[in-house]
T-cell receptor
Framework: DSGVTQTPKHLITATGQRVTLRCSPR?????VYWYQQSLDQGLQFLIQ???????AKGNILERFSAQQFPDLHSELNLSSLELGDSALYFC????????????????FGPGTRLLVL | QQQVKQSPQSLIVQKGGISIINCAYE??????FPWYQQFPGKGPALLIA???DVSEKKEGRFTISFNKSAKQFSLHIMDSQPGDSATYFC??????????WGAGTKLIIKP
């Protein structure tokens, strides 16, 4: 158990809808990262927050947004969902805030499996 | 965007054999190279990492070999066991750079 929690575990929704994925980092970790893993594909970095502020941005679509709250939990909002958004979404956390988590171990949660029908 | 090219995409190794996964990067400013292991239904977990000041790092049956001039690094799993069956991701990063991930290698160890 990494200590990172993600909810929900599974999510089924329809095209055009909006969903919110939630992540709680490990105790003491200030950075949260969001990743997308499509079927048979690698990890695509979406965005990193450090202590409430956006720290690094990857291939995140304009339809997607994220935030980190004062209690350090984070939410990833996905809107106007398309079939191609079906994927596993991982949250990871690390102690510090170097952009991209350079040199730091990232601890991954169990993921949220999103299916858009 | 900088890429990390990982090969092979999938690998089948007999129990007790050596599993080798290779990665190549482009940016010479990268100075942190981790390997993550992912079991089905789980998130990736750090397995081993190396910095370019050493050419090799060993932790148990897992070894990273690093070739700075060739901009390549590889993961060797000695005496591979069925419990090593997983997907392995390499990544590369540096100061002010996002961690760039390889596409992953699905490793199957046959008993």
């Amino acid at each position: 158990d990494s200590g990172v929690t993600q909810t929900p575990k599974h999510l089924i929704t329809a095209t055009g809808q909006r969903v919110t994925l939630r992540c709680s980092p490990r105790s003491g970790d200030l950075s949260v990262y969001w990743y997308q893993q499509s079927l048979d594909q690698g990890l695509q970095f979406l965005i990193q927050y450090y202590n409430g502020e956006e720290r690094a941005k990857g291939n995140i679509l304009e339809r997607f947004s994220a935030q980190q709250f004062p209690d350090l939990h984070s939410e990833l909002n996905l809107s106007s969902l398309e079939l191609g958004d079906s994927a596993l979404y991982f949250c990871a956390s690390s102690v510090g805030g170097l952009a991209g988590g350079h040199g730091e171990t990232q601890y991954f949660g169990p993921g949220t499996r999103l299916l858009v029908l | 965007q900088q890429q990390v090219k990982q090969s092979p995409q999938s690998l089948i190794v007999q129990k007790g054999g050596i599993s080798i996964i290779n990665c190549a990067y482009e940016n010479t400013a990268f100075d942190y190279f981790p390997w993550y292991q992912q079991f089905p239904g789980k998130g990736p977990a750090l397995l081993i990492a190396i910095r370019p000041d050493v050419s090799e790092k060993k932790e148990g049956r897992f070894t990273i070999s690093f070739n700075k001039s060739a901009k390549q690094f590889s993961l060797h799993i000695m005496d591979s066991q069925p419990g090593d069956s997983a997907t392995y991701f390499c990544a590369a990063g540096g100061s002010n750079y996002q961690l760039i991930w390889g596409a992953g290698t699905k490793l199957i160890i046959k008993p």
